[in-house]
């Protein structure tokens, strides 16, 4: 498991994580266990971009995970309302609603091709579009094929 924030990304059953290039939109695997090591950039293998892992998350997990941003902002303003409830002051607040803010999102199968790549001896998941047009390795950014 991966873990940003409150979001969790699960692997696979080959621990492999989705993720997607915030540039070009891609989306392929690579290993958890390396992710969650990680201490540099990692590369998109169609686009060939070094960024930090943060702006790989896959859009829908960025999406929920901005939806438990706000709802706790929204419960915080509300209970720092409840402190000025006095009779000078009457603030009425809808109610917060409840959210399970514990998002693990399930590895969605993509369709993807599982290839191992040499130079870094680890496995990757890629559309096969992807993969036969050519990619680099997402672990040292090298030019695959
Ligand atoms: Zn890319
Ligand atoms: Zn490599």
């Not at 201490?39 to 960024?51: H, K, Q, V, W, Y």
Request: hydrophobic share 35%.
């Amino acid at each position: 498991m991966t873990t940003i924030g409150k979001a969790t990304l699960q692997s696979d059953d080959e621990g492999l994580v989705t993720l997607q290039c915030d540039r070009c939109k891609s989306r392929f695997k690579m290993d958890c266990a390396y992710l969650d090591e990680l201490d540099r950039d990692i590369f998109c293998p169609a686009c060939g971009i070094s960024e930090s892992l943060s702006t790989f998350w896959p859009e829908e997990v960025v999406e929920e995970a901005a939806k438990v941003a706000m709802m706790e902002a929204e419960k915080m303003i509300a209970q720092a309302f409840k402190g000025l409830n006095s009779k000078h002051v009457k603030v009425k607040m809808p109610p917060v609603h409840q959210v399970d803010t514990q998002l693990t999102f399930k590895n969605k199968d993509y369709d993807m091709q599982v290839t191992e790549i040499q130079c870094c001896d680890k496995k990757i998941g890629l559309n096969s579009i992807d993969y036969t047009s050519g990619f680099y390795c997402p672990y040292c950014g090298r030019m695959v094929k």
